[in-house]
Protein backbone atom coordinates (compact mmCIF):
# COMPACT_ATOMS: atom_id res chain seq x y z
CA UNK A 1 0.00 0.00 0.00
CA UNK A 2 2.92 2.50 0.88
CA UNK A 3 4.57 1.62 -2.44
CA UNK A 4 1.40 2.40 -4.03
CA UNK A 5 0.90 6.14 -2.44
CA UNK A 6 4.75 6.39 -3.46
CA UNK A 7 4.12 5.30 -7.11
CA UNK A 8 0.97 7.31 -7.41
CA UNK A 9 2.52 10.42 -6.51
CA UNK A 10 5.18 9.98 -9.03
CA UNK A 11 3.03 9.06 -11.86
CA UNK A 12 0.31 11.15 -10.94
CA UNK A 13 1.39 14.48 -13.37
CA UNK A 14 2.13 12.58 -16.33
CA UNK A 15 -1.51 10.58 -15.80
CA UNK A 16 -3.04 14.40 -16.09
CA UNK A 17 -1.92 14.75 -19.09
CA UNK A 18 -3.52 11.64 -20.57
CA UNK A 19 -6.75 13.09 -18.45
CA UNK A 20 -6.45 16.54 -20.12
CA UNK A 21 -6.52 14.81 -23.18
CA UNK A 22 -9.69 12.31 -22.37
CA UNK A 23 -11.18 15.67 -21.27
CA UNK A 24 -10.61 17.03 -24.53
CA UNK A 25 -11.77 13.99 -26.86
CA UNK A 26 -14.87 13.20 -24.83
CA UNK A 27 -16.32 16.87 -24.99
CA UNK A 28 -15.31 17.23 -28.55
CA UNK A 29 -17.06 14.02 -29.55
CA UNK A 30 -19.92 14.74 -27.57
CA UNK A 31 -20.84 18.55 -28.98
CA UNK A 32 -20.10 16.85 -32.46
CA UNK A 33 -22.47 14.01 -31.62
CA UNK A 34 -25.46 15.89 -30.52
CA UNK A 35 -24.82 18.36 -32.95
CA UNK A 36 -25.03 15.50 -36.11
CA UNK A 37 -27.48 13.38 -34.07
CA UNK A 38 -29.56 16.68 -34.21
CA UNK A 39 -29.45 17.27 -37.60
CA UNK A 40 -30.11 12.82 -38.08
CA UNK A 41 -33.49 13.14 -35.97
CA UNK A 42 -34.57 16.40 -37.21
CA UNK A 43 -34.22 14.58 -41.03
CA UNK A 44 -35.91 11.65 -40.08
CA UNK A 45 -39.27 13.46 -38.21
CA UNK A 46 -39.22 16.37 -41.13
CA UNK A 47 -42.01 14.25 -42.83
CA UNK A 48 -39.89 14.59 -46.44
CA UNK A 49 -39.35 11.07 -47.36
CA UNK A 50 -35.88 11.58 -49.01
CA UNK A 51 -34.30 12.98 -45.90
CA UNK A 52 -36.20 10.90 -43.20
CA UNK A 53 -34.80 7.66 -45.49
CA UNK A 54 -31.91 9.19 -45.96
CA UNK A 55 -30.74 9.70 -42.22
CA UNK A 56 -31.72 6.08 -41.48
CA UNK A 57 -29.32 4.51 -43.73
CA UNK A 58 -26.76 7.05 -42.21
CA UNK A 59 -27.68 5.75 -39.21
CA UNK A 60 -27.77 2.28 -40.11
CA UNK A 61 -24.32 2.31 -41.83
CA UNK A 62 -23.01 4.49 -38.52
CA UNK A 63 -24.13 1.72 -36.32
CA UNK A 64 -22.80 -1.40 -38.22
CA UNK A 65 -19.20 -0.56 -38.46
CA UNK A 66 -16.99 -0.77 -35.44
CA UNK A 67 -15.76 2.32 -33.19
CA UNK A 68 -12.42 1.12 -33.81
CA UNK A 69 -12.59 0.45 -37.32
CA UNK A 70 -13.97 4.28 -38.16
CA UNK A 71 -11.22 5.55 -36.05
CA UNK A 72 -8.69 3.49 -38.34
CA UNK A 73 -9.81 4.60 -41.55
CA UNK A 74 -10.44 8.24 -40.59
CA UNK A 75 -6.71 8.06 -39.58
CA UNK A 76 -5.36 5.65 -42.12
CA UNK A 77 -6.83 5.62 -44.90
CA UNK A 78 -8.03 8.96 -45.12
CA UNK A 79 -4.37 10.64 -46.13
CA UNK A 80 -4.67 8.40 -48.71
CA UNK A 81 -7.53 10.19 -50.23
CA UNK A 82 -5.46 13.52 -49.73
CA UNK A 83 -7.14 14.27 -46.09
CA UNK A 84 -4.56 14.40 -43.39
CA UNK A 85 -6.30 14.79 -39.87
CA UNK A 86 -3.98 14.64 -36.85
CA UNK A 87 -4.58 11.96 -34.24
CA UNK A 88 -6.84 14.24 -32.02
CA UNK A 89 -8.94 15.17 -34.64
CA UNK A 90 -9.02 11.88 -36.21
CA UNK A 91 -10.53 11.04 -32.13
CA UNK A 92 -13.02 13.37 -32.21
CA UNK A 93 -14.46 12.90 -35.82
CA UNK A 94 -14.60 9.25 -35.41
CA UNK A 95 -15.97 8.75 -31.70
CA UNK A 96 -18.71 11.85 -32.37
CA UNK A 97 -19.77 10.16 -35.96
CA UNK A 98 -20.16 7.04 -33.99
CA UNK A 99 -22.04 8.15 -31.29
CA UNK A 100 -24.41 10.14 -33.44
CA UNK A 101 -26.00 7.13 -34.73
CA UNK A 102 -27.42 6.92 -30.87
CA UNK A 103 -28.37 10.41 -30.25
CA UNK A 104 -30.06 10.56 -33.07
CA UNK A 105 -31.71 7.35 -31.95
CA UNK A 106 -32.88 9.07 -28.49
CA UNK A 107 -33.78 12.48 -29.86
CA UNK A 108 -35.99 10.98 -32.12
CA UNK A 109 -37.82 8.55 -29.22
CA UNK A 110 -37.78 11.81 -26.79
CA UNK A 111 -39.42 14.18 -30.24
CA UNK A 112 -42.16 11.28 -31.18
CA UNK A 113 -42.84 10.90 -27.20
CA UNK A 114 -44.73 13.76 -28.02
CA UNK A 115 -48.58 14.27 -27.67
CA UNK A 116 -49.35 14.76 -31.02
CA UNK A 117 -52.08 17.08 -29.50
CA UNK A 118 -49.70 18.90 -28.62
CA UNK A 119 -48.35 19.46 -32.12
CA UNK A 120 -52.11 20.46 -33.67
CA UNK A 121 -52.37 23.02 -31.03
CA UNK A 122 -49.32 24.66 -32.22
CA UNK A 123 -50.27 24.47 -35.71
CA UNK A 124 -53.61 26.00 -34.49
CA UNK A 125 -52.68 28.74 -34.05
CA UNK A 126 -50.73 29.41 -36.95
CA UNK A 127 -47.20 28.09 -35.92
CA UNK A 128 -44.76 26.26 -38.93
CA UNK A 129 -42.92 23.32 -38.81
CA UNK A 130 -39.85 24.57 -37.11
CA UNK A 131 -41.31 27.34 -34.63
CA UNK A 132 -43.44 24.11 -33.20
CA UNK A 133 -40.37 22.36 -33.05
CA UNK A 134 -38.52 25.14 -31.64
CA UNK A 135 -41.12 26.46 -28.46
CA UNK A 136 -43.33 23.46 -28.03
CA UNK A 137 -41.98 20.04 -29.01
CA UNK A 138 -38.46 20.08 -28.25
CA UNK A 139 -38.37 21.96 -25.06
CA UNK A 140 -40.55 19.13 -23.94
CA UNK A 141 -38.50 16.49 -25.05
CA UNK A 142 -35.60 17.71 -23.67
CA UNK A 143 -37.10 16.56 -20.28
CA UNK A 144 -37.48 13.01 -21.50
CA UNK A 145 -34.04 12.78 -23.41
CA UNK A 146 -31.38 13.95 -20.57
CA UNK A 147 -31.12 10.66 -19.02
CA UNK A 148 -30.39 8.89 -21.62
CA UNK A 149 -28.07 11.37 -22.87
CA UNK A 150 -26.02 11.47 -19.47
CA UNK A 151 -25.71 7.88 -19.73
CA UNK A 152 -24.23 8.36 -23.14
CA UNK A 153 -21.88 11.20 -21.77
CA UNK A 154 -20.72 8.40 -19.32
CA UNK A 155 -20.20 5.67 -22.55
CA UNK A 156 -18.41 8.49 -24.00
CA UNK A 157 -16.00 9.31 -21.37
CA UNK A 158 -15.15 5.24 -21.24
CA UNK A 159 -15.05 5.01 -24.81
CA UNK A 160 -12.82 8.07 -25.49
CA UNK A 161 -9.86 5.67 -24.21
CA UNK A 162 -10.52 3.95 -28.38
CA UNK A 163 -8.59 6.89 -29.26
CA UNK A 164 -5.66 5.70 -27.60
CA UNK A 165 -5.57 3.22 -30.74
CA UNK A 166 -4.67 5.88 -33.13
CA UNK A 167 -2.07 7.28 -31.22
CA UNK A 168 -3.85 10.25 -28.85
CA UNK A 169 -1.87 9.82 -25.48
CA UNK A 170 -5.08 10.01 -23.30
CA UNK A 171 -5.58 8.61 -20.06
CA UNK A 172 -5.21 4.99 -20.78
CA UNK A 173 -2.40 5.31 -23.62
CA UNK A 174 -0.43 7.22 -20.63
CA UNK A 175 -0.57 4.30 -18.35
CA UNK A 176 -0.32 1.66 -20.68
CA UNK A 177 2.79 3.69 -21.50
CA UNK A 178 4.67 4.13 -18.12
CA UNK A 179 3.19 0.56 -17.20
CA UNK A 180 5.71 -1.07 -20.19
CA UNK A 181 8.08 1.68 -19.02
CA UNK A 182 8.21 1.00 -15.20
CA UNK A 183 6.89 -2.35 -14.88
CA UNK A 184 4.37 -1.48 -12.40
CA UNK A 185 1.28 -2.88 -13.31
CA UNK A 186 -0.80 -2.59 -10.66
CA UNK A 187 0.09 0.42 -9.02
CA UNK A 188 -0.40 2.29 -12.80
CA UNK A 189 -3.54 0.54 -13.65
CA UNK A 190 -5.26 0.94 -10.45
CA UNK A 191 -4.06 4.92 -10.91
CA UNK A 192 -6.06 4.79 -14.36
CA UNK A 193 -8.84 3.02 -13.37
CA UNK A 194 -9.83 5.57 -9.93
CA UNK A 195 -8.95 8.51 -12.80
CA UNK A 196 -11.87 6.92 -15.04
CA UNK A 197 -14.16 6.79 -11.67
CA UNK A 198 -13.52 10.11 -10.66
CA UNK A 199 -14.56 11.31 -13.65
CA UNK A 200 -17.81 8.94 -13.75
CA UNK A 201 -19.12 9.54 -10.78
CA UNK A 202 -20.52 12.95 -11.33
CA UNK A 203 -21.97 11.88 -14.39
CA UNK A 204 -23.67 9.02 -12.98
CA UNK A 205 -25.16 11.61 -10.28
CA UNK A 206 -26.03 13.98 -13.12
CA UNK A 207 -28.05 11.09 -14.34
CA UNK A 208 -29.85 10.70 -11.38
CA UNK A 209 -30.60 13.96 -10.84
CA UNK A 210 -32.54 14.27 -14.44
CA UNK A 211 -34.34 11.02 -14.04
CA UNK A 212 -35.69 12.42 -10.68
CA UNK A 213 -36.71 15.51 -12.92
CA UNK A 214 -37.91 13.60 -16.27
CA UNK A 215 -39.78 11.66 -13.31
CA UNK A 216 -41.61 14.39 -11.76
CA UNK A 217 -44.80 16.04 -13.55
CA UNK B 1 -67.45 33.70 -44.35
CA UNK B 2 -67.01 29.65 -44.10
CA UNK B 3 -68.14 27.78 -46.49
CA UNK B 4 -67.99 24.05 -47.15
CA UNK B 5 -68.94 22.96 -50.94
CA UNK B 6 -69.29 19.45 -51.72
CA UNK B 7 -66.35 18.37 -48.93
CA UNK B 8 -64.93 14.40 -49.54
CA UNK B 9 -62.48 13.21 -47.30
CA UNK B 10 -61.34 9.51 -47.36
CA UNK B 11 -59.20 7.90 -44.54
CA UNK B 12 -57.59 4.79 -46.54
CA UNK B 13 -60.50 3.36 -48.21
CA UNK B 14 -63.12 4.82 -45.70
CA UNK B 15 -64.94 7.75 -47.14
CA UNK B 16 -65.68 9.78 -43.74
CA UNK B 17 -67.35 12.72 -45.66
CA UNK B 18 -69.36 12.03 -48.49
CA UNK B 19 -70.29 15.74 -49.91
CA UNK B 20 -70.61 18.13 -46.87
CA UNK B 21 -72.15 21.58 -47.92
CA UNK B 22 -72.63 24.12 -45.80
CA UNK B 23 -71.61 27.62 -44.59
CA UNK B 24 -71.06 29.94 -41.41
CA UNK B 25 -72.13 33.37 -41.90
CA UNK B 26 -70.05 36.40 -39.61
CA UNK B 27 -71.61 36.69 -35.89
CA UNK B 28 -73.43 32.65 -36.23
CA UNK B 29 -73.15 29.73 -33.95
CA UNK B 30 -73.77 26.88 -35.40
CA UNK B 31 -73.87 23.77 -33.69
CA UNK B 32 -72.62 19.91 -35.67
CA UNK B 33 -74.30 17.27 -33.96
CA UNK B 34 -74.27 13.42 -34.64
CA UNK B 35 -73.11 9.64 -33.53
CA UNK B 36 -69.94 8.56 -32.58
CA UNK B 37 -67.54 8.39 -36.00
CA UNK B 38 -69.90 10.65 -38.11
CA UNK B 39 -67.58 12.78 -39.11
CA UNK B 40 -68.18 15.96 -37.12
CA UNK B 41 -64.00 16.29 -35.73
CA UNK B 42 -62.54 15.67 -39.59
CA UNK B 43 -64.68 18.86 -40.66
CA UNK B 44 -63.72 20.77 -37.96
CA UNK B 45 -60.12 19.69 -38.95
CA UNK B 46 -60.77 20.37 -42.86
CA UNK B 47 -62.02 23.80 -41.88
CA UNK B 48 -58.43 25.18 -40.37
CA UNK B 49 -56.37 22.69 -42.59
CA UNK B 50 -55.57 20.10 -39.73
CA UNK B 51 -56.70 17.47 -41.95
CA UNK B 52 -56.28 17.68 -45.80
CA UNK B 53 -59.54 16.90 -48.19
CA UNK B 54 -59.76 15.26 -51.22
CA UNK B 55 -62.65 16.77 -53.06
CA UNK B 56 -64.84 20.11 -53.54
CA UNK B 57 -63.64 23.40 -51.74
CA UNK B 58 -63.84 24.90 -48.04
CA UNK B 59 -62.88 28.75 -47.82
CA UNK B 60 -62.71 31.03 -44.91
CA UNK B 61 -63.61 34.63 -46.00
CA UNK B 62 -63.05 33.61 -49.71
CA UNK B 63 -59.64 32.23 -48.96
CA UNK B 64 -59.37 28.84 -50.09
CA UNK B 65 -58.17 26.35 -47.62
CA UNK B 66 -55.16 23.88 -48.52
CA UNK B 67 -53.43 22.24 -45.95
CA UNK B 68 -50.10 22.54 -47.52
CA UNK B 69 -49.68 26.20 -49.08
CA UNK B 70 -48.15 28.82 -46.82
CA UNK B 71 -51.69 30.65 -46.82
CA UNK B 72 -52.76 28.41 -43.82
CA UNK B 73 -51.39 29.86 -41.68
CA UNK B 74 -53.08 33.23 -42.52
CA UNK B 75 -55.93 30.73 -42.02
CA UNK B 76 -55.53 29.38 -38.85
CA UNK B 77 -54.55 33.32 -37.06
CA UNK B 78 -58.30 33.63 -38.50
CA UNK B 79 -59.88 30.30 -36.95
CA UNK B 80 -59.07 29.24 -33.92
CA UNK B 81 -59.81 25.93 -32.54
CA UNK B 82 -60.27 24.10 -28.77
CA UNK B 83 -59.67 20.75 -28.64
CA UNK B 84 -61.42 17.91 -26.42
CA UNK B 85 -58.15 17.01 -24.66
CA UNK B 86 -57.51 21.36 -24.38
CA UNK B 87 -53.84 20.44 -25.66
CA UNK B 88 -52.30 23.07 -23.40
CA UNK B 89 -48.48 23.58 -23.75
CA UNK B 90 -47.44 22.06 -19.81
CA UNK B 91 -44.01 23.61 -20.21
CA UNK B 92 -45.41 27.02 -20.16
CA UNK B 93 -47.55 29.10 -17.72
CA UNK B 94 -50.64 29.81 -18.44
CA UNK B 95 -50.34 33.38 -19.37
CA UNK B 96 -47.53 32.44 -21.70
CA UNK B 97 -50.07 29.80 -22.97
CA UNK B 98 -52.14 32.49 -24.08
CA UNK B 99 -49.75 34.99 -25.85
CA UNK B 100 -48.04 32.09 -27.44
CA UNK B 101 -49.44 33.14 -30.97
CA UNK B 102 -49.48 37.02 -30.71
CA UNK B 103 -45.98 36.94 -29.79
CA UNK B 104 -44.16 34.49 -31.70
CA UNK B 105 -46.55 33.67 -34.71
CA UNK B 106 -47.61 37.24 -35.63
CA UNK B 107 -44.96 38.73 -33.57
CA UNK B 108 -47.36 41.70 -32.02
CA UNK B 109 -45.49 43.75 -29.37
CA UNK B 110 -44.81 42.25 -26.35
CA UNK B 111 -45.97 44.63 -23.64
CA UNK B 112 -49.51 45.53 -25.46
CA UNK B 113 -49.88 41.28 -26.03
CA UNK B 114 -49.41 40.51 -22.25
CA UNK B 115 -52.03 42.90 -21.29
CA UNK B 116 -54.32 41.36 -23.83
CA UNK B 117 -53.58 37.96 -22.01
CA UNK B 118 -54.12 38.86 -18.78
CA UNK B 119 -57.80 40.84 -19.54
CA UNK B 120 -58.63 37.50 -21.40
CA UNK B 121 -58.01 35.79 -18.19
CA UNK B 122 -59.92 37.83 -16.30
CA UNK B 123 -62.55 37.16 -19.21
CA UNK B 124 -62.72 33.72 -18.56
CA UNK B 125 -62.30 34.03 -14.86
CA UNK B 126 -58.53 33.13 -13.89
CA UNK B 127 -56.62 35.89 -13.74
CA UNK B 128 -54.92 34.93 -10.12
CA UNK B 129 -54.31 31.47 -12.46
CA UNK B 130 -51.97 33.57 -14.59
CA UNK B 131 -48.56 32.06 -13.44
CA UNK B 132 -49.82 29.12 -12.96
CA UNK B 133 -48.92 25.74 -14.92
CA UNK B 134 -51.84 23.81 -16.85
CA UNK B 135 -50.92 20.61 -14.84
CA UNK B 136 -51.69 22.30 -11.80
CA UNK B 137 -55.23 23.31 -13.14
CA UNK B 138 -58.90 21.14 -13.29
CA UNK B 139 -59.81 20.04 -16.24
CA UNK B 140 -62.12 22.67 -16.45
CA UNK B 141 -59.88 25.69 -15.44
CA UNK B 142 -57.69 24.27 -18.25
CA UNK B 143 -60.76 23.82 -21.10
CA UNK B 144 -61.13 27.75 -20.02
CA UNK B 145 -57.19 28.84 -20.48
CA UNK B 146 -57.79 27.37 -23.80
CA UNK B 147 -60.55 29.55 -24.69
CA UNK B 148 -58.45 32.72 -23.69
CA UNK B 149 -55.60 31.35 -26.06
CA UNK B 150 -57.87 30.99 -29.25
CA UNK B 151 -59.12 34.75 -27.91
CA UNK B 152 -55.90 35.65 -27.79
CA UNK B 153 -55.13 35.38 -32.08
CA UNK B 154 -57.93 37.96 -31.66
CA UNK B 155 -59.80 35.47 -34.35
CA UNK B 156 -62.59 35.97 -36.89
CA UNK B 157 -64.28 32.37 -35.57
CA UNK B 158 -63.70 29.84 -33.40
CA UNK B 159 -64.36 25.84 -34.01
CA UNK B 160 -64.89 23.95 -30.63
CA UNK B 161 -64.19 20.56 -30.84
CA UNK B 162 -66.40 18.63 -28.24
CA UNK B 163 -64.98 20.95 -25.55
CA UNK B 164 -66.44 19.83 -22.80
CA UNK B 165 -66.78 16.11 -22.97
CA UNK B 166 -63.53 15.08 -21.54
CA UNK B 167 -64.96 17.45 -18.14
CA UNK B 168 -66.49 16.18 -14.98
CA UNK B 169 -69.95 17.02 -14.82
CA UNK B 170 -69.62 19.74 -12.47
CA UNK B 171 -66.44 22.04 -14.54
CA UNK B 172 -69.19 22.04 -17.59
CA UNK B 173 -71.00 25.04 -16.21
CA UNK B 174 -68.41 27.17 -16.36
CA UNK B 175 -66.91 26.27 -19.44
CA UNK B 176 -70.28 26.56 -21.08
CA UNK B 177 -71.38 29.78 -19.52
CA UNK B 178 -67.81 31.36 -21.06
CA UNK B 179 -68.96 30.20 -24.65
CA UNK B 180 -72.51 31.49 -24.10
CA UNK B 181 -70.74 34.89 -23.23
CA UNK B 182 -68.48 34.85 -26.47
CA UNK B 183 -71.66 34.01 -28.56
CA UNK B 184 -73.74 36.85 -26.82
CA UNK B 185 -70.76 39.01 -28.33
CA UNK B 186 -71.35 38.34 -31.65
CA UNK B 187 -68.22 35.61 -31.91
CA UNK B 188 -68.77 33.58 -34.89
CA UNK B 189 -68.51 29.75 -33.59
CA UNK B 190 -68.41 26.55 -34.85
CA UNK B 191 -69.38 23.62 -32.06
CA UNK B 192 -69.48 20.53 -31.99
CA UNK B 193 -70.91 18.89 -28.96
CA UNK B 194 -73.17 16.50 -27.16
CA UNK B 195 -74.28 19.77 -24.92
CA UNK B 196 -78.42 19.65 -26.78
CA UNK B 197 -79.08 22.20 -23.99
CA UNK B 198 -75.88 24.68 -24.99
CA UNK B 199 -77.38 23.96 -29.09
CA UNK B 200 -80.69 25.17 -28.04
CA UNK B 201 -80.10 27.82 -26.09
CA UNK B 202 -77.26 29.57 -27.60
CA UNK B 203 -76.67 27.88 -31.28
CA UNK B 204 -78.47 29.82 -34.08
CA UNK B 205 -78.32 26.86 -36.52
CA UNK B 206 -77.84 23.19 -35.52
CA UNK B 207 -76.68 20.52 -38.24
CA UNK B 208 -77.15 17.13 -37.78
CA UNK B 209 -74.42 14.84 -38.96
CA UNK B 210 -74.81 11.13 -39.80
CA UNK B 211 -71.88 8.79 -42.18
CA UNK B 212 -70.24 11.55 -43.47
CA UNK B 213 -73.09 13.53 -44.86
CA UNK B 214 -75.50 16.27 -43.32
CA UNK B 215 -78.74 14.68 -42.69
CA UNK B 216 -80.98 17.76 -41.24
CA UNK B 217 -80.05 21.12 -40.74
CA UNK B 218 -81.74 24.36 -39.47
CA UNK B 219 -82.85 26.65 -36.79
CA UNK B 220 -81.53 25.58 -33.68
CA UNK B 221 -84.93 24.94 -31.88
CA UNK B 222 -86.81 24.03 -34.67
CA UNK B 223 -83.91 20.96 -35.58
CA UNK B 224 -83.80 20.17 -31.95
CA UNK B 225 -87.53 20.50 -31.05
CA UNK B 226 -89.75 19.17 -34.50
CA UNK B 227 -86.66 17.08 -36.35
CA UNK B 228 -88.30 16.20 -39.65
CA UNK B 229 -85.38 13.10 -40.60
CA UNK B 230 -86.49 9.83 -39.13
CA UNK B 231 -82.80 8.96 -38.14
CA UNK B 232 -82.53 12.62 -36.57
CA UNK B 233 -85.27 11.97 -34.28
CA UNK B 234 -83.39 8.10 -33.42
CA UNK B 235 -80.47 10.37 -32.48
CA UNK B 236 -82.35 12.97 -30.66
CA UNK B 237 -84.17 10.04 -28.56
CA UNK B 238 -80.87 8.10 -27.54
CA UNK B 239 -79.19 11.30 -26.72
CA UNK B 240 -81.61 12.63 -24.37
CA UNK B 241 -83.56 9.69 -23.29
CA UNK B 242 -80.54 7.12 -22.61
CA UNK B 243 -81.53 3.56 -22.41
N1 LIG C 1 -56.40 9.89 -38.73
C1 LIG C 1 -57.35 8.98 -39.02
N2 LIG C 1 -57.02 7.85 -39.68
C2 LIG C 1 -57.97 6.94 -40.01
N3 LIG C 1 -59.26 7.07 -39.72
C3 LIG C 1 -59.67 8.17 -39.07
C4 LIG C 1 -58.72 9.18 -38.69
N4 LIG C 1 -59.40 10.16 -38.05
C5 LIG C 1 -60.69 9.77 -38.03
N5 LIG C 1 -60.87 8.58 -38.64
C6 LIG C 1 -62.14 7.89 -38.84
O1 LIG C 1 -63.02 8.77 -39.48
C7 LIG C 1 -64.33 8.64 -38.99
C8 LIG C 1 -64.85 9.98 -38.54
O2 LIG C 1 -64.06 10.45 -37.45
P1 LIG C 1 -64.37 11.76 -36.66
O3 LIG C 1 -63.34 11.87 -35.61
O4 LIG C 1 -64.55 12.90 -37.58
O5 LIG C 1 -65.77 11.40 -35.99
P2 LIG C 1 -66.59 12.21 -34.91
O6 LIG C 1 -67.92 12.44 -35.50
O7 LIG C 1 -65.83 13.39 -34.46
O8 LIG C 1 -66.73 11.15 -33.73
P3 LIG C 1 -66.65 11.35 -32.15
O9 LIG C 1 -68.01 11.82 -31.70
O10 LIG C 1 -66.34 9.98 -31.65
O11 LIG C 1 -65.56 12.34 -31.87
C9 LIG C 1 -64.27 7.60 -37.88
O12 LIG C 1 -64.71 6.38 -38.39
C10 LIG C 1 -62.82 7.54 -37.54
O13 LIG C 1 -62.47 6.26 -37.11
MG1 LIG D 1 -64.82 13.91 -32.65
Given amino acids: ?217 | MIELNDVHKSFGKVEVLKGITASVEKGEVVCIIGPSGSGKSTILRCINGLESYDRGEISVEGLKVHRDAPSIVNIRTQVSMVFQRFNLFPHRTVLENVVEGPLFVKKEPRAQVLERGRALLAQVGLAEKADAHPPQLSGGQQQRVAIARALAMQPKAILFDEPTSALDPELVGDVLGVMRKLADDGMTMVVVTHEMGFARDVADRVLFIDGGVIVEQGPAKALLNQPKHPRTQDFLRRVLHPL
Avoid: C
Fill in chain 1, 1 to 217: MKGFWHDAAEFFPILMNGVALTIVVTIGSLLLSTVLGLVWAMMRVSGIKALSMLSASLINVIRGIPIIVLLFYLYFVMPDLGVTLSALQAAILGLGIAYSAYQAENFRAGIEAIDKGQIEAAQSIGMGWWLTMRRVVLPQAVRIVLPPYGNVMIMMLKDSSQASTITVAELALQGKLIASSTFKNTSVFTLVALMYLTMSIPLILLVRHFEKRAGKR
